[in-house]
């Protein structure tokens, strides 16, 4: 992308004709990425809709961060699992196959998921994937196949 500025204010943004592959073509979320930065309805706050109320409000960054802090550690607290149990077949001191259950270390909640965005590059979702599953989540995509 060229982006082109003017008192510290992007004033438009195209894509590069001598890129290899695009050739400057932007994509779909290329081409409105303009707006990513100028649209006057862009959210600014983070915002909270208390239960059954039927208005957001806008909330301080570190009240909405404890929010959701609590609520992820509330919840993974409450749901994780650290062993689980599992039929497996064994074979006996005379050479028998037998059934038996056994106790595996699983160490996860299945209570919670990681959607990550297809705006975030490699590195950035490696690092969100390796949280996401020291927390235990093992439900994860990032979504970047559009």
């Not at 081409?31 to 301080?60: F, G, I």
């Not at 961060?65 to 550690?73: E, N, S, T, W, Y």
């Not at 028998?96 to 998921?113: H, Y």
């Amino acid at each position: 992308m060229i982006v082109h500025s003017a008192d510290n204010a992007i004033i438009n943004i195209e894509g590069d004709p001598a890129h290899p592959v695009s050739e400057g073509a932007l994509c779909a979320k290329g081409a409105a990425a303009y707006q990513l930065v100028n649209n006057p309805e862009r959210v600014m706050k983070p915002k909270y809709r208390a239960p059954n109320a039927s208005e957001w409000q806008d909330v301080e960054w570190d009240w909405a961060l404890d929010q959701i802090a609590g609520r992820v550690k509330g919840t993974r607290d409450r749901t994780f699992k650290l062993t689980s149990k599992s039929k497996v077949k064994e074979t006996g001191p005379e050479g028998k196959d037998t059934e038996v259950e056994r106790d595996f270390v699983i160490n996860m909640t299945d209570a919670m998921v990681s959607i990550g965005s297809c705006s975030i590059n490699n590195e950035e979702c490696y690092l969100l994937q390796r949280l996401m599953r020291s927390w235990g989540i093992v439900y994860l995509d990032d979504k970047t196949r559009t």
